[in-house]
């Protein structure tokens, strides 16, 4: 009669014989040993869970071609994971239909506020705020004094923070 894996006695020895090189088989793969640990239990759960259908000369086989598929498998729910992550923070922030609406609706306030500005407080805003130009660039670009600039900004911002206190 052939001894098989069933066998408690017979599995206990495959257990002796395999789980050490077994860890080690994993920890070289995911480089941390409690996951290490937990793939080689998992395999001898699985060859236990399955010991009929596999012969005593496969047992080793069994073992580390199931604990290598497990770590693949976690490898992969890994990445999926934090792919989510990292398009998480940018896209599941507060844009709810609501924050939406809200938000077009300021954005259409703050253009009417900005087209309402007189001429001279508008172009100099735009170009700061949108141009990224600085007073001085604005003055020679308009033929005015930085003084000047710095006034029509002051009187843009003012009137801008009144329109946005009332939104």
Same mark, same amino acid.
């Given at each position: 009669?052939?001894?098989?894996?069933?066998?408690?006695?017979?599995?206990?020895?495959?257990?002796?014989?395999?789980?050490?090189?077994?860890?080690?088989?994993?920890?070289?793969?995911?480089?941390?040993?409690?996951?290490?640990?937990?793939?080689?239990?998992?395999?001898?759960?699985?060859?236990?869970? !399955?010991?009929? +259908?596999?012969? &005593?000369?496969? /047992?080793? =086989?069994? $073992?580390?071609?199931?604990?290598?598929?497990? %770590? #693949?498998?976690?490898?992969?729910?890994?990445?999926?994971?934090?792919?989510?992550?990292?398009?998480?923070?940018?896209?599941?922030?507060?844009?709810?239909?609501?924050?939406?609406?809200?938000? !077009?609706?300021? +954005?259409?306030? &703050?253009?009417? /506020?900005? =087209?309402? $500005?007189?001429?001279?407080?508008?172009?100099? %805003? #735009?170009?700061?705020?949108?141009?990224?130009?600085?007073?001085?660039?604005?003055?020679?670009?308009?033929?005015?004094?930085?003084?000047?600039?710095?006034?029509?900004?002051?009187?843009?911002?003012?009137?801008?923070?009144?329109?946005?206190?009332?939104?």
């Amino acid at each position: 009669m052939s001894k098989t894996v069933c066998e408690e006695k017979v599995f206990r020895s495959i257990y002796s014989a395999q789980a050490e090189s077994l860890i080690n088989f994993m920890y070289y793969k995911s480089g941390d040993y409690a996951t290490a640990e937990d793939l080689m239990q998992d395999a001898f759960g699985k060859l236990w869970s !399955e010991c009929a +259908k596999v012969s &005593l000369d496969k /047992a080793k =086989s069994f $073992l580390f071609t199931v604990a290598n598929n497990m %770590f #693949l498998n976690k490898v992969k729910h890994q990445k999926v994971v934090l792919k989510f992550e990292q398009r998480g923070h940018s896209q599941l922030n507060n844009e709810t239909p609501q924050y939406l609406l809200e938000e !077009e609706e300021f +954005k259409q306030k &703050l253009e009417s /506020a900005i =087209s309402a $500005l007189p001429e001279g407080q508008r172009v100099v %805003f #735009l170009m700061n705020r949108i141009d990224k130009m600085k007073y001085k660039e604005i003055a020679e670009k308009l033929d005015l004094s930085v003084k000047a600039i710095e006034k029509r900004m002051h009187k843009a911002l003012v009137t801008l923070r009144k329109v946005s206190a009332k939104l």
